[in-house]
């Protein structure tokens, strides 16, 4: 393997052919040597060149922030967390890549630093090989914006790995997004009620705001359209100090209480299951809510949750039982004394499902990006996203989403 650095800053890793060496430090310490990665090429050397699928990865990696002129690193023994995202989600990807040389993987990937200050992303675009068959990229909503219309005009799939929405973006068949909207989740939610709770009456609980006028428009348009029996829904809006006050008269001790949490604020996602949970445990109660409870779920063992059933959809499952995520969090435990998070994973499964892709369907990628092939973790379902005004696909989208069941802080299922 090759290592090309454009940066003048210390390289990564050096190595023969084929060669990966990382040095045993801690994460702080392993940080410091990869963030210098600006542009990297990844080279088998035995194939030849014009062999060889391209692809372009562009993450956050804030090195112009994390070092001076010198390439003394900033922050002294500190890690600023707004660098955690893009660093993570680049080791994943490395570790892929890692995986795929010694596989002599026919590729070539170039990683561009987003957040460089020496280079706007528009320069870096200009830098990217007219090769090049795929973009990958962790990205703002700007950015996503500026990458889906390069993948439109070089007609290669852009793969967006973290962003929950469109942007806009429409009449682009390039563009993949991988993490669902909220209209994906909304539906989703509604199927997942109709095939469980499709005999209760559903409460929909709301706070004021635009974001849960959408979720109810959402519910209420696949309520008209489904093909099966639509949902007894009623909604009953919340000040912004209820209590367990006002959720008593909603509950009854002799049947399943089902509510959905129709909003993304996670202050009052968590007062509603706090206040829930403080009625009792003699009401059975199910709630089910909107994606942004992942991001409360590690206070779900805390006893003020404990009680309810607690439901939400997400489309990046791992439990974690598999081989290559025990090598990961090994690799992560022995070299850096941290654990790999989720955006590890992503980084990982993106990298080496599109890549391998990517080898064997070379420039038809983009007439088969459904292809469910090089599972790694979870299972992507991806699907064509229809303008309805002028009935053309606008992009697509992955419309998997795995359903986690909470209760008493374990998780009790995984549909």
């Known amino acids: 393997m090759k290592i ?16 990966v060496l990382k040095p045993k430090k801690s994460f702080f310490q392993i940080a410091c040597f990869v963030l210098p990665v600006v542009c990297c090429l990844l080279s088998t050397g035995i194939i030849a060149q014009t062999n060889k699928q391209k692809i372009a990865v562009f993450v956050p990696l804030y090195l112009d922030s994390a070092f001076d002129a010198g390439n003394n690193y900033r922050y002294d023994k500190n890690f600023p967390k707004f660098i955690n995202p893009g660093l993570e989600f680049y080791e994943g990807v490395q570790l892929a890549l890692d995986s795929l040389n010694k596989e002599k993987a026919q ?3 170039f990683v561009y630093d987003t957040r460089s200050t020496q280079r706007n992303l528009l320069e870096q675009i200009n830098e990217i090989d007219t090769a090049i068959g795929l973009i990958i990229a962790h990205a703002s909503a700007q950015e996503n914006w ?65 974001m849960e006028d959408l979720i ?31 959720l008593l008269p909603l509950l009854d001790s002799n049947r399943q209480n089902t509510f959905v949490a129709a909003s993304l604020d ?3 996602n968590r007062r509603l299951l706090t206040q829930f949970a403080l009625a009792g445990k003699q ?15 590690k206070d779900f063992a805390r006893t003020e949750f404990k009680g309810p059933e607690i439901i939400y959809g997400q489309p990046f499952y791992n439990a974690k039982t598999d081989k290559i995520s025990n090598h990961i969090a090994t690799y992560f435990n022995t070299k850096m004394y941290a654990r790999p998070s989720d955006m590890v994973f992503r980084g990982y499964e993106v990298m080496w499902k599109y890549s391998k892709l990517l080898t064997q369907y070379k420039s038809d990628l983009s007439s088969n990006l459904s292809d469910k092939k090089n599972k790694v973790f979870t299972d992507f379902d991806i699907q064509p996203v229809l303008n309805k005004q002028t009935m ?9 989403l795995y359903f986690i069941k909470w209760q008493d802080g374990v998780i009790r299922g995984v549909n």
């Open 392 to 400: 053309t696909m606008d992009y697509f989208e992955n419309k998997k």
């Open 216 to 246: 109810k428009t959402y519910l209420d348009e696949f309520g008209r359209s489904t093909a099966s029996v639509p949902l007894k829904l009623k909604y009953a809006d919340l000040a912004d100090s209820f209590s367990v006050k006002q």
């Open 266 to 268: 996670e202050s009052f």
């Open 146 to 210: 500026v990458l889906a219309s390069e993948a439109m005009l070089r007609k290669i799939p852009y793969i967006n790995v973290n962003l929950p929405n469109d942007g806009g973006i429409n009449n682009n068949p390039y563009f993949v997004m991988l993490n669902p909207s909220l209209k994906t989740h909304v539906e989703s939610v509604y199927r997942y009620l109709q095939k469980y709770f499709s005999t209760n009456t559903i409460t929909v609980l709301r706070k004021k705001g635009q």
């Open 283 to 297: 009401y059975k109660t199910s709630i089910i809510g909107m994606p942004t409870l992942n991001n409360i779920e």
């Open 107 to 109: 590729l070539e990937v």
């Open 4 to 19: 090309i650095n454009k940066t003048g800053l210390p390289l990564l890793w050096k190595g023969n052919e084929g060669e």
